[in-house]
């Protein structure tokens, strides 16, 4: 159900009657005939005005026309209140649109409503527009004509403004779906060049052209004899056996992808024989003339081993063209490896031996010299000064006490009224002999003291000297030890290696990978061409700009 619009109803307030207020009523006059039924009789009026002149009947020939177009009443009432805001005075609805079109105003354009409706807000109340009493106009109800309905069915010539701004708007959006369809189809015209193409030529390679690749892994790790690698950590702590014998994987594996090793896989078995093949395709195939290092590139690309610290374990992966080949490659570089670990070894055994042997030689000539500076201060000096001093204390001390006798004995002989002359002089004597026996041994004595001094100094260094020589002893025992097991070591072997996956042919080929290899080169692509398009853009901006 549509509900028709209500439109807005004004009352024009007047004080005197216009000259266009004859021409209105006779306009309402006509609308109101014009609705009666055909069937009824009419009486025409007496006619009676004024002859209208050349302008007025061409002014009423352009309202005809105006009528024609089928205006609606909201339009007709708008046309009017933008007819009274320019200062006309229009008869009728249709008057006010031709006046307008005659100076060159639309009176449905946008700007012109949206100025009318804010006049509107500006002016006031719309009561104003009531006629005041007391006026000529007062009690007469004003009323706008109604629209009449078109005559004609026929189209317009001219189109209203929404629909040219439809019109364009149409025009636009064709223009851009245009554009947006060329420069899509230029897109994908660069993709199909630079991404599609060359991912279906490598994805047709991988499936088609490729030699299939036969792949055989093994897995081998180097174990020490005494689970310590022959040595300690701190504190005398031993290390694990991966870790004490990494430094013999690292060189192992490095030996490996050697180009010496290469080398000698080419002499034994024919690297770059199997790979000259004429059945190989031309991508993988290694031209007969190719230098060794074309030959060592390839070698690089088919042999991969890797190396896991944690575990100790040495993983390797040979690929060949044919599964037999790639596993007698792998047996012959797993032999390379063990006697590479082997001569690591060997090296090292026969190193401790030779140092062993010369740490023994010098022990033995280092004891010979401690031995003979000992002898040395031996014969230079006294054994044992502090006995001799000793001895020449309980000398005079024995010197002291017949002294002391034989002056008690010649004190008593002096005590006597007579006594013996040859007695006196014969003690006499004595303690004479035995003072100079006294003097004679504290003489000694004081010698022996100061030479003291020197007698102890030659005492510690014969002291220092037997010390030299135990431990050049202790050190000569050691070395013959170290001999002894050196020699013991250099006759067994002290790193092993060992395979704990061994190299089994394959009955699949493992390469080329066809799918991954095609999507990776479709990414690859697709990233260089996407490199290419924003570097491109950032340099047309900059040159535009």
Known sequence: MTTKPKARKFRIRRTTPTEGDAPQDMRQAETAASREPEGEARREAPREGQISSAREMDGATSIDEIRREGLTGRQLRMARRVAQKHGLAPTSDFDAVRLLRERGIDP????????????????????????????AMEGQRVQLPQTMPAQTNLPSTHLSPSERRSDEITRIQRDIGKRRRRKLLLLLTRLAAFVFLPTLLAGYYYYAVATPMYSTKSEFLILSNDGGGGGGGLGGFKLPSQFATGQDAIATQSYLLSKDAMLRLDRDVGFREHFSQPWIDPIQRLDADASNE????????????????????????????????????????????????????????????????????????????????????????????????????????????????????????????????????????????????????????????????????????????????????????????????????????????????????????????????????????????????????????????
């Open 108 to 135: 449905f354009q946008r700007s012109s409503i949206l100025e009318l409706v804010a006049n509107d807000r500006n002016e006031g109340d719309i009561g104003d527009l009531v006629p005041a009493k007391g006026t």
């Open 294 to 545: 074309e030959a060592y590139k390839l070698y690089k690309k088919y042999v991969k081993i890797g190396y896991d610290p944690t575990e100790g374990v040495l993983r390797m992966e040979v690929s060949t063209a044919d599964p037999a080949i790639s596993a007698e490659f792998s047996e012959k570089l797993i032999a390379y490896a063990e006697e590479r670990v082997d001569d690591l070894s060997k090296r090292k055994r026969e190193d401790a031996l030779a140092s062993s042997v010369e740490s023994l030689e010098q022990a033995k000539e280092d004891r010979r010299e401690a031995q003979r500076q000992l002898v040395a201060l031996q014969e230079g000096t006294v054994l044992d000064p502090e006995g001799e001093i000793a001895n020449i204390r309980q000398l005079i001390g024995n010197v002291e006490l017949q002294l002391q006798e034989k002056q008690l004995a010649l004190n008593t002989q002096l005590n006597n009224a007579r006594p013996n002359q040859a007695r006196v002089e014969a003690l006499t004597s004595e303690i004479e002999v035995l003072k100079r026996e006294q003097e004679k041994q504290r003489a000694r004595l004081t010698d022996a003291t100061e030479e003291n001094a020197s007698l102890a100094s030659q005492t510690a260094d014969i002291q220092m000297a037997q010390a030299d020589l135990m431990t050049a002893d202790m050190v000569l025992q050691g070395a013959l030890e170290a001999q002894r097991m050196s020699a013991s070591e250099a006759n067994k072997q002290v790193r092993y290696l060992t395979v704990s996956v061994r190299p089994v042919a394959s009955q699949d080929a493992s390469y080329p990978r066809a799918f991954e290899n095609t999507i990776l080169a479709f990414l690859v692509f697709a990233g260089i061409y996407l490199m290419i398009s924003l570097t491109a853009s950032i340099l047309r901006e900059q040159v535009s700009s």
